[in-house]
């Protein structure tokens, strides 16, 4: 409860939260293609809260409306700066796709920062589709029209994922990081990325392996063809100073 109120004005603050960027890898080549952005709170005494937890409260009490909306924007005007060069991906709770205005912000959001649409995806999780699938799909077709890609999160973990992708159009499918930890050591798992690599290239949707922290998970998801990658392997996710000295010199 004590959270709440501090949510409720650190909105109000402004100065409370900041973005980390983390790396997406094309596994080809290597070479840094993206960032995806994670909110951070820095509580005024409690320190850094992580999202797990506050991110729960701020779907429950609405402010993630707001609080999403500062993340866009913030986003698209640091990567706007990034002359073309990489994605940024930012994550969108299902209350924000499901508010009437969401995509007229995302596009007021791209013409204020000078973003071209191409350089932005979203990234939703199967919790959005479930509420209204009616209205998403809407949704979801009005971004790609604008030419925003949309990629499907935390793949594997929710329920009737492979319906959804056959009825959402999606441009990636981001596996779970619980999937891919010791893909290399545990048949299981090994068997969902395979199969999840082999649906994305049936479907013909690129697919992302998150949490890769180690060489030999990498090199499993290299001769299992999978397009890219993200995690403690490539990079912890990065303050905005940190980035910036990597977007600077590459340039
Ligand atoms: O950044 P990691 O640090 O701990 O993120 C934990 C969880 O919080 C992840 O599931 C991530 O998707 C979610 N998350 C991080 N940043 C955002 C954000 O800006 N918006 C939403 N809706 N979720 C976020
Ligand atoms: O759910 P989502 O994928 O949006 O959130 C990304 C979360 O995963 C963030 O909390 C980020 O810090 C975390 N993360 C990113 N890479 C790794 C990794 O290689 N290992 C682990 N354990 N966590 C990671
Ligand atoms: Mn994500
Ligand atoms: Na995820």
């Known amino acids: 409860l004590?959270?709440?109120?501090?949510?409720?004005?650190?909105c109000k603050a402004g100065d409370q939260f900041e973005l980390a960027y983390q790396l997406q890898n094309d596994l080809t080549s290597l070479e840094p293609v993206g960032f995806e952005v994670l909110l951070r709170w820095n509580h005024p005494t409690r320190g850094r809260v992580p999202p797990t937890t506050f991110i729960p409260i701020a779907e429950e009490t609405g402010?993630?409306?707001?609080?999403?909306?500062?993340?866009?924007?913030?986003?698209?005007?640091?990567?706007?700066?990034?002359?073309?060069?990489?994605?940024i991906a930012v994550n969108v709770a299902p209350q924000q796709l499901m508010q009437p205005s969401f995509v007229e912000h995302v596009s007021d959001i791209l013409l204020e920062t000078g973003l071209s649409a191409q350089q932005l995806e979203l990234e939703i999780t199967e919790a959005s589709i479930i509420d209204?699938?009616?209205h998403t799909l809407k949704v979801m077709q009005q971004?790609?029209?604008m030419g925003l890609r949309i990629a499907m999160d935390d793949f594997g973990t929710g329920?009737?994922?492979?319906?959804?992708?056959?009825?959402?159009?999606?441009?990636?499918?981001?596996?779970?990081?619980?999937?891919?930890?010791?893909?290399?050591?545990?048949?299981q798992r090994a068997a969902i990325v395979?199969?999840?690599?082999?649906?994305?290239?049936?479907l013909?949707?690129?697919?992302?392996?998150?949490?890769?922290?180690?060489?030999?998970?990498l090199q499993f998801l290299r001769l299992e063809n999978c397009a890219s990658v993200q995690g403690f392997y490539f990079g912890k996710p990065m303050s905005r100073d940190e980035m910036r000295v990597l977007v600077q010199g590459k340039k």
């Open 2 to 10: 004590e959270l709440v109120n501090d949510l409720r004005q650190a």
């Open 132 to 134: 209204d699938q009616v």
């Open 204 to 217: 013909d949707i690129p697919v992302l392996a998150e949490g890769v922290e180690v060489e030999d998970e």
């Open 194 to 202: 395979r199969s999840t690599l082999l649906l994305g290239a049936a």
């Open 63 to 87: 402010l993630i409306r707001q609080i999403g909306l500062w993340v866009l924007r913030t986003a698209c005007h640091e990567a706007s700066t990034w002359h073309g060069q990489y994605n």
């Open 159 to 187: 329920y009737s994922s492979l319906a959804m992708l056959q009825t959402f159009p999606f441009d990636k499918i981001k596996i779970d990081r619980s999937f891919v930890q010791n893909v290399h050591k545990d048949a």
């Open 143 to 145: 971004l790609k029209n």
